[in-house]
Each structure stands twice: as structure tokens, then as C-alpha cells.
Nanobody
């Protein structure tokens, strides 16, 4: 089993920034592609972005492209989501997920093997 623990969520004004972290344990972190998903109230969980095992490849949803950046530090077993120019529509619970030997081009939540418990991000207008 891999354990994933997100942190860094909170309340921020529109236009502000937040940095989410997801700390992994229990498995060899560098064997996993990592992704961020989010789920707003009454909506389905949606793909935000993903990063391959080395950090050399990333992909993003159109809604966040140019504003969000995913990175990882395999020495620290941690993946990050830097969120800038936040909008009220970004309000959601943000989850990190891990996919064994996956690439950065996996957009479907059900493909992922492990999930964190989520962290709330609220953007006020």
C-alpha cells in the first residue's frame, strides 16, 4: 500500500496563490506517475494535472494550463501543485493520486492506484 497525505489547502482570495504538497510513503515513489484531481460540490472528480516518474513530462487540464504547475521531488517522496491566479471556480477538494509505472497522460481517475484524503481549497471572490 502507498499512503498519500495532502497538505497546503486553505482559503485564498481570487488572484492569489497556494502550494499544495502530497507526501507519499509505503512504496517506491519514483515508480509512480503522480496526478492531482479536484472535486467541487455536486460535481464529478476532474483531472487537474499529472507528472511522470522523473518529472520530465507533465500534462494539465485546459482550465488550469498556464496557472498551475506540478513538480515532484523524488528524494523527498513529495509531489507539489503550485496554483497561481486562483479563481473562485478553482474551489474544490484537491486530491493527489499515484499510478504505478504510468505516464503523465493518464486523465481518468479510475486508472489510479492510490489516493490521498484530499485538502480543501476555497477561493473567495
Amino acid at each position: 500500500q502507498m499512503q498519500l497525505v495532502e497538505s497546503g489547502g486553505g482559503l485564498v482570495q481570487a488572484g492569489g496563490s497556494l502550494r499544495l504538497s502530497c507526501a507519499a510513503s509505503g512504496r517506491t515513489f519514483s515508480n509512480y506517475a503522480m496526478a492531482w484531481f479536484r472535486q467541487a460540490p455536486g460535481k464529478e472528480r476532474e483531472f487537474v494535472g499529472a507528472i511522470n516518474w522523473s518529472g520530465g513530462s507533465t500534462n494539465y487540464a485546459d482550465a488550469v494550463k498556464g496557472r498551475f504547475t506540478i513538480s515532484r521531488d523524488n528524494a523527498k517522496n513529495t509531489v507539489y501543485l503550485e496554483m497561481n491566479s486562483l479563481k473562485p471556480d478553482d474551489t474544490a477538494v484537491y486530491y493527489c493520486a499515484a499510478l504505478y509505472f504510468g505516464g503523465s497522460n493518464r486523465y481518468i481517475a479510475t486508472e489510479y492506484d492510490y489516493w490521498g484524503q484530499g485538502t480543501q481549497v476555497t477561493v473567495s471572490s
